[in-house]
């Protein structure tokens, strides 16, 4: 209908004008009691579980896809496909793969025996297999920044993920009673006792037996052990590590109750001001032979500087702080290390007063590396802002900048890595773009790790050359 001359169309006015009181109070619901909660958790458990058993197998299980000899000569064996072929036929003993003509599909752990025959085989000149310095420990990478939705998740599944495919043993602690680690690695946790909850209760209830010791002596009275540190000394960290679907990535997982802990250790703090909390988690750790038996240790932490971040950052060589390039996430990250500063630096503060007192050398918190990497980047909008960033924080930045990509966000959906995702589901040019995302990061944070291995290999020959 024409509008009349002279007249004026009523301008639309935004949602929030004109909302009638009685009809929004008509759409409430009764008022909420906490039983109603319970209800919403229960829910929300069973939509959950069906969706991290997106990426699982029919009969429940999670497993890691096979891989095409394209990307066992593209990503994992630098060596060409003829070759590789040729080397099968020679090699009757040498996993075959499946499949027909000279497209074959390999498992992992069928991938690892030709990475071992081609180091001892293949040309001197290539990098077939991992370099770890020999007699040299893990290194520890926590993952950590106390502002959520940074990416810290994402970010250690694929390292963890980067690093087998790179021939790499690894474990993966989760420490986010979230257990969205967990999840991705397809772990089942029961309770708090098959968490890193007993590997701290286990360290406190250590030190506790060595201060009854010292009180019985002086004639004062002992502290008492309750049920969970009777429980605890009979736990040994091993035993808290489950197998995954990769075959060289263990894990000790998550799950709700883990968040408990961080009202129960300033509780075990109070009882005895003499344990050092932070030191729990490397203590069980090395007790526990991990140290040993792992190239790599990967932390996640919870979006918070609590106790369980507080021993991932003390217990780290080299820390990783994942933030996207916005204002607030670079806000917050820089108030984080800050927040690192202050906790720190107060407890080397408290710790040394008593050890000058005491006439014993000072101590203090020391980090291989540190890195703060750019996620979810979008390099139309957010390159001027990155810059800023990268300027500010300067050597403690990675170069490289993860970018968004659509199969980042598929492999998502699927509760998977893109590195679990078969390529053959994506065109092949968004797969390698994908992959790229995550392939340089690991590059980048490789270089890390190696150069910290070289030096401290360079530094224990020396020391061996003083004696």
């Not at 069928?110 to 990475?115: F, K, N, Q, V």
């Not at 000790?252 to 802990?261: E, F, P, S, T, V």
């Not at 108030?335 to 005491?358: L, P, V």
Request: negative net charge; glycine residues 8%; charged residues 25%.
């Amino acid at each position: 209908m024409a509008q009349k001359p002279g007249s004026q169309s009523k301008p639309d006015l935004p949602p929030y004008f004109n909302i009638d009181p009685k009809q929004a109070a008509e759409k409430l619901s009764d008022p909420i009691d906490t039983a109603r909660f319970a209800k919403a958790a229960a829910f929300a458990t069973r939509g959950r579980d069906d969706l991290a058993r997106r990426g699982y197998a029919p009969d429940g299980e999670k497993r890691l896809r096979k891989f095409s000899t394209w990307e066992v000569c593209k990503y994992l064996i630098p060596v060409n496909p003829a070759h590789l072929r040729r080397v099968l036929r020679q090699n009757p003993d040498l996993p075959q793969g499946d499949g027909e003509g000279g497209s074959k599909w390999f498992t992992l752990d069928e991938i690892l025996i030709l990475r071992d025959h081609f180091a001892a085989e293949g040309a001197k000149d290539r990098e077939y297999r991992a370099w770890r310095p020999e007699g040299l420990p893990a290194k520890v990478v926590a993952v950590a920044n106390f502002k959520g939705g940074v990416g810290k998740t994402s970010t250690s599944a694929h390292l963890a993920m980067s690093a087998a495919l790179d021939g790499y043993k690894v474990l993966v602690i989760d420490l986010d009673s979230q257990g969205s680690m967990t999840s991705i690695m397809g772990g089942k946790v029961e309770d708090e006792w098959q968490t890193v909850f007993p590997m701290l209760a286990r360290d406190y209830a250590l030190h506790l037996q060595e201060e009854n010791r010292i009180r019985e002596a002086g004639g004062q009275p002992t502290i008492p052990f309750d049920e969970t540190l009777t429980e605890a000394l009979t736990v040994s960290p091993r035993n808290l590590v489950q197998k995954t679907h990769w075959p060289n990535i263990d894990l000790i997982g998550a799950q709700l109750n883990l968040y408990w802990a961080e009202f129960q250790v300033p509780v075990w703090r109070m009882q005895a001001r003499g344990w050092p909390l932070w030191d729990a988690l490397l203590n069980a750790l090395d007790e526990g032979g991990m140290l040993d038996d792992y190239d790599i240790i990967l932390l996640d932490t919870p979006p918070a500087l609590g106790y369980l971040t507080i021993n991932a950052l003390s217990a780290a060589d080299i820390l990783l702080v994942p933030l996207g390039a916005s204002f607030l996430e670079f806000d917050s990250t820089g108030r984080f290390f800050d927040m690192i500063y202050s906790t720190f630096a107060s407890i080397e503060e408290g710790e040394n007063r008593a050890r000058r007192q005491g006439g014993l050398p000072e101590m203090r918190f020391e980090w291989d590396a540190v890195r703060a990497l750019i996620t979810r980047f979008d390099a139309g909008q957010q390159t001027d802002l990155a810059n800023v960033i990268q300027a500010y924080f300067g050597d403690f930045m990675t170069t490289y900048r993860q970018e968004v990509t659509a199969m980042v966000g598929q492999a998502g959906e699927q509760v998977s890595g893109i590195y679990e995702t078969d390529y053959r589901d994506f065109n092949r040019d968004t797969y390698v773009r994908g992959r790229e995302t995550f392939d340089r990061t690991w590059a980048e944070v490789k270089e890390v790790i190696l150069g910290t291995w070289w030096r401290d290999a360079q530094m224990a020959e020396a020391e061996k050359e003083a004696v």
